[in-house]
């Protein structure tokens, strides 16, 4: 009797067990109760953007999402504009952010809504909505919040456009935003390209940030290579070693990639053979240098190639305006003498310039 009765202690404690393990499931995260958030600052307002006050900042504002489960990772936001009737089908991405606000300043606003396609001096009647959400990888935790209206002025701006822009500090430089370059989003997409250097003797870690200073969204490094986490506490961005990079960076789908690029000058009077190699200013945002003694001939040209060869080249445009594109043209250059060259990605297209010494 003993036996047996030991046995069922055993059979009855292996089954208690089995049901304790049973019951502790995870969590499961119900969208029904989700609680989205709601735009609070601006709303039914004609804002009247204006090249006197273009240094002012609009602040928009909106309330917290609320998930039905605690310890979630942070919650980030995408603040979205359209016009009406657009649906947000093709929407402006303006902010990509882990707070609930977001400030823009008046030029800024005023450039990416033209980038955008709204003329200058032109008013669109404009909807705003704010998308929560807690992975980034799926969409299934997106929760939108409702439409709000307002109605937008543009104006036509007296000095050169100011386009949408992320700063990139990192070991390179001293972790200092102020002083760092920039990538750029020339059209409002929410797309920020740009050319970076990354001299030797450093870590080559950094991250982009959305103002020039760490007080508002920075961009560091995602649990799945090539993505971006706008939390704090996100681990540093890197990239494999010395040398100029073109950066893109999707703040949509909080994506970035990067491309080795050591642009250098080729031309006739170098038989088309050997580059010499472009410098990088980090204060002027540019690729340059000064070539002496260029030999006096006829129709001389020449071309910008990355990584001394001729996958990726750029020539000019037909008509040559300034800008540059893929495969274009040769590049005609007045004869002899002491020239500087110029590359610049701060432009929509790549652009170029040559200066006489």
């Known amino acids: 009797m003993k036996k047996i009765s030991i046995l069922l202690l055993v059979i ?45 900042a609009i602040n928009f504002t909106w309330s917290a999402a609320e998930y039905d489960l605690t310890n979630l990772e942070t919650i980030k936001y995408l603040l979205q504009m359209d016009t009406i ?33 709204i003329p200058a001096d032109s008013t669109r009647n404009t909807e705003f909505r704010v998308i929560s959400f807690i992975n980034n990888e799926t969409s299934y935790t997106d929760a939108e919040s409702g439409i709000t209206s307002n109605t937008l002025t543009t104006y036509q701006s007296e000095g050169p456009v100011e386009y949408a822009k992320l700063w990139v500090p990192g070991d390179y430089q001293g972790w200092s935003p102020a002083d760092a370059p920039n990538v750029f989003d020339f059209d409002g997409d929410g797309i920020y390209t740009g050319y970076v250097y990354f001299p030797e003797g450093g870590t080559f870690e950094f991250k982009f940030t959305s103002d020039p200073d760490w007080d508002h969204t920075n961009y560091g490094a995602g649990a799945v290579e090539g993505t971006l986490d706008t939390d704090p ?5 890197i990239v494999p070693g010395m040398g100029g990079y073109f950066l893109t960076v999707d703040i949509n789908a909080l994506t970035w990639t990067y491309e080795l690029q050591n642009w250098g000058v080729i031309g006739e009077w170098l038989a088309w053979e050997e580059d010499i190699d ?11 240098v000064t070539v002496e003694n260029i030999p006096a001939a006829d129709n001389q040209r020449f071309k910008f190639r990355a990584n001394d060869a001729w996958d990726l080249n750029l020539g000019a445009k037909d008509p040559d ?8 043209a040769d590049i005609p250059i007045p004869d002899g003498g002491t020239l500087t060259f110029i590359l610049r990605f701060t432009t929509p297209d790549p652009s170029y310039e040559v200066i006489e010494n």
């Open 12 to 56: 009855f404690g292996i089954g208690l067990i089995s049901s304790c393990k049973k019951e502790l499931k995870e969590p499961v995260l119900n969208m029904n109760l989700t609680k989205s958030a709601a735009i609070t600052a601006p709303l039914d307002q004609h804002i009247v953007l204006r090249d006197s006050i273009a240094d002012s």
């Open 85 to 117: 009737g657009g649906n947000f089908n093709s929407p402006m991405e303006l902010a990509s952010t882990t707070e609930l606000s977001f400030s823009i300043t008046v030029a800024n606003l005023n450039s990416r809504l033209i980038a955008y396609g």
């Open 233 to 237: 506490g996100a681990g540093n961005l």
């Open 278 to 288: 472009l410098i990088y200013d980090p204060t002027e945002q540019h690729l340059s």
């Open 321 to 328: 305006d300034g800008t540059l594109v893929a495969g274009g």
